[in-house]
């Protein structure tokens, strides 16, 4: 990990651990995988943008964890999940998705699956 990636936690310092397992798992699993830190998000690449971390506030502020980060995904169709906390079309067949993770156990097999998902959809435009 790199040093703009750990002063991007410097306010949240104990949601690093849930974006290192989330980095390692993406780095692991994905080829050819960029990383750009940002003011208020770290993003992946491939060809493209397919996810990024922020401290998003996607619930309203009582119905939030004290430590998470939002995971944006985008797709070509929705994902119908209780998971998913946002789903929105902000162009035909251009679906985003941001999923709220406050738990290591959270970043499973089946949210790297909407990455991998995000992933292959951003390397095909």
């Not at 410097?10 to 003011?39: C, F, G, H, W």
């Not at 998003?56 to 929705?78: C, F, H, M, S, W």
Request: glycine fraction near 2%.
């Amino acid at each position: 990990m790199n040093e703009a990636a750990l002063r991007f936690f410097d306010s949240q310092p104990d949601a690093l651990p849930l974006y290192e397992m989330l980095e390692a798992r993406i780095l692991n699993e994905i080829p050819d995988v960029t990383i750009k830190v940002q003011k208020t998000q770290i993003s992946f690449y491939n060809r493209h943008l397919f996810a990024c971390v922020s401290f998003a506030k996607v619930r309203k502020a009582k119905d939030r964890p004290d430590v998470y980060i939002v995971v944006t995904i985008g797709t070509q169709t929705r994902i119908d999940s209780p998971r998913i906390d946002v789903a929105t079309e902000p162009y035909p067949n251009r679906w985003t998705h941001h999923i709220l993770i406050s738990e290591p156990e959270e970043i499973d097999d089946e949210l790297m699956g909407w990455i991998h998902r995000a992933a292959e959809f951003s390397a095909q435009k």
